[in-house]
């Protein structure tokens, strides 16, 4: 089956400096995928380069056969690290906004907007202003952002930040819930546990190179290590070893 | 609020009790003051039907010592060579501000009534002091012209253009600037082309403008039909405002420069936004307040002399254009074929400020510290 997200010899150079060189990987449908590395190893800038917002120096990103346009809007449901809504405007006004933006019409948008408002318990919020929510609650709307429209690719960076353990687990139920649907899942965190728990195939980079990728369990067994901890930790021990001789 | 308003109410009418018998006492302070004539020009009649009374020149001492003991309220004196100085003499009794106001209010009037009174006629009277209006006949090429009339509908487009600039253009800086620091651009950008994104901020402001303009245009309307029903402005004589002519082709020209005008700077506003991070971007556009205004400077210029280098400069300047064209539009001193160039020079930078602007969207709403490179704005990728 091809795979819902496919990267292929991608390189990206920005302002003159080379953030990501030669990656490669997929995403297939009904997997979570976690994209993990350290801050400012390429992870957010190949996330933008698949939804288009940047241009590849080289290398193809496709999302189900194609290059991303806004066009497949409803394809793809992102979630950025950086909350992204209007607060000056209610929950239920901005899942309905971006719903019609994703290609929604206005009344399913708003169905939908408020089915996830119940689904995450914050119905009786629907009304109030976005700055009136608790970060936890601003962030659970961002993710109903996302899921709208049910799209193909889930795109998730950090979703849990900022979250108590009880919506914790709540939102990654909703994420499970999706990958059960058919939904290929790209789960950025630096929370290994959620890689422990949901991740069915991981990538590793470091400098914008991939260090690490395949299945949990293969990448465990290639680093000879009994968590993804102990593998983020080899990958960048070097980096952690000279910052000690400095 | 009510019971502050009601307030303030109860004091303004107790005020104006107060001020009315403020008036009875003015009036009779006024009635003691004395008249003394040496120039020979002041009326006696005037000065006896005004309540003052008239003194003979011999007692104009005895009179002056009468004001200084407290005696006497008040002492107005014209002297003998008041032709030459131009000058009276006021003696007042006492420091009293509004006393002292009206006291040289009445020396002026009874000098002026008495310079009048030899007209004979009230009406020539009237006409001495308003004097009259003007009617113009303005003949251009062998026919009788509409005058200076024919500036007003273009002289309203440009008017038009100016409350455009002060209070639209910002708008699309401001969405931009807003979407960046709130991280929502990364969302739209997701699910949106640039160019629709851009577009679609470009209507919306074209729709506020338009808004603004009937706002603005019915209050500034209700406002003159008030002031010309109270008679608190006057239309000139034979002035008919359903009649007034319309110069097609300075009213077509009006409304292009007003529209690319107004594109041109909407796309400079949208480029700074994307370019700079949102503190920046608002301190730099600043130079898109003051900039169109220039003109202004060499208004004189503009107005007497359009084939002056400076003037033709700023004609063809982009950031100048708008105004400078509308200005010389308005009172007809550019021709169609500098109407058309101006025009031509100001949809081409809007086409390529536009162009810019959609190709470095998605880098530039992505960086939120720092002002975009040029590298970045010119590289392909």
């Known amino acids: 089956m091809k795979p819902t997200v496919s990267v292929k010899n991608f390189s990206l150079t920005l302002g003159g400096k080379e953030i990501v060189h030669n990656l490669s990987f997929e995403v297939k449908a009904g997997e979570v995928f976690a994209f993990l590395g350290a801050n400012g190893s390429g992870k957010t800038s190949t996330i933008r ?12 990103l496709h999302i189900d056969g194609r290059t991303y346009t806004s066009k497949d809007a409803l394809l793809v449901g992102y979630l950025p690290e950086e909350r992204g809504l209007y607060t000056r405007v209610s929950a239920i006004d901005n899942l309905t906004y971006f719903g019609e933006m994703k290609g929604l019409s206005r009344a399913e948008a708003r169905q939908t907007g408020l089915a996830f408002l119940e689904e995450v318990g914050l119905a009786d919020k629907a009304n109030l202003k976005l700055k009136k929510l608790s970060g936890g609650q601003q962030q659970k709307v961002q993710l109903g952002v996302a899921v709208m429209g049910d799209p193909k690719l889930l795109i998730l960076d950090e979703p849990t930040k900022g979250l ?5 687990k709540l939102l990654l139920d909703i994420v499970e819930h999706h990958k059960e649907q058919g939904a290929a899942v790209i789960y950025i ?21 991939a260090e690490a990728y395949g299945s949990v369990k293969q990448v465990k067994k290639q680093f000879n290590a009994t968590s993804i901890e102990d593998v983020f930790v080899r990958i960048y021990a070097d980096d952690s070893a000279k910052k000690g001789d400095a | 609020m009510p019971l502050i308003f009601l307030f303030i109410f109860i004091l303004v009418g107790i005020a104006g009790n107060s001020e009315n018998s403020s008036f009875e006492k003015l009036a009779e302070d006024l009635q003691g003051v004395a008249v003394i004539d040496a120039s020979g020009i002041v009326s006696p009649e005037i000065v006896a039907a005004n309540g003052q009374t008239l003194l003979p020149i011999a007692e104009y001492e005895s009179a002056r010592q009468d004001v200084e003991a407290g005696e006497r ?16 003499e006021i003696y007042l009794s006492g420091v009293d501000f509004v006393f002292s106001t009206s006291v040289s209010e009445v020396g002026g009037a009874l000098l002026k009534s008495s310079l009048y009174a030899p007209l004979g006629s009230e009406e020539r009277i009237t006409l001495a002091q308003i004097g009259a209006e003007g009617v113009t006949t303005t003949y251009a090429n062998g026919t009788t012209s509409v005058g200076f009339t024919r500036f007003i509908v273009p002289g309203v487009i440009t008017v038009m253009f100016i409350i455009i600039l002060m209070f639209s253009i910002g708008y699309i800086l401001t969405s931009i600037a807003d979407e960046k620091e709130n991280r929502s651009m990364e969302m739209a950008l997701t699910y949106l082309h640039p160019k629709t994104l851009i577009l679609g901020k470009l209507i919306s402001v074209v729709l506020i403008t338009i808004t603004q303009l009937v706002f603005f245009g019915l209050v500034a309307a209700v406002s003159l039909l008030v002031a010309i029903n109270t008679d608190f402005v006057q239309l000139p004589p034979n002035f008919d405002i359903t009649a007034l002519p319309v110069d097609p082709l300075a009213v077509i020209f009006g409304l292009a420069f007003l529209v690319v005008g107004f594109v041109m700077f909407a796309a400079f506003m949208a480029f700074i936004a994307v370019l700079l991070p949102a503190k920046q971007a608002n301190n730099f556009s600043a130079i ?16 007497s002399d359009p ?17 400078t064209s509308l200005i ?5 001193n550019i021709t169609p074929v500098e109407s058309l160039i101006s025009l031509g020079i100001m949809t081409a930078v809007a086409l390529l400020v536009l162009w810019l602007t959609i190709r470095i969207f998605p880098k530039g709403a992505l960086e939120f510290q720092n002002p975009l490179s040029l590298r970045a704005v010119f590289s392909k990728k």
């Open chain 1, 164 to 168: 108590d353990p009880v919506n914790r």
């Open chain 1, 189 to 209: 965190t630096h929370l290994m546990e959620e890689v422990e728990r949901l991740a069915d195939r991981l990538l590793i980079i470091k400098d914008g190179k």
């Open chain 2, 288 to 303: 898109f307040y003051i900039l169109p205004f220039v003109p202004t400077w060499f208004i004189w210029t503009v107005l």
């Open chain 2, 73 to 88: 309220k008040g002492l107005i004196y014209y002297p003998a060579d008041i032709l030459e100085t131009r000058e009276y």
């Open chain 1, 49 to 60: 380069s698949l939804i288009g917002l940047y241009e590849a120096t080289s290398g193809t």
């Open chain 2, 307 to 323: 084939a002056n280098p400076v003037v033709q400069f700023i004609t063809f300047f982009p950031v100048t254009a708008p105004t």
């Open chain 2, 328 to 332: 010389r539009n308005t009172v007809g």
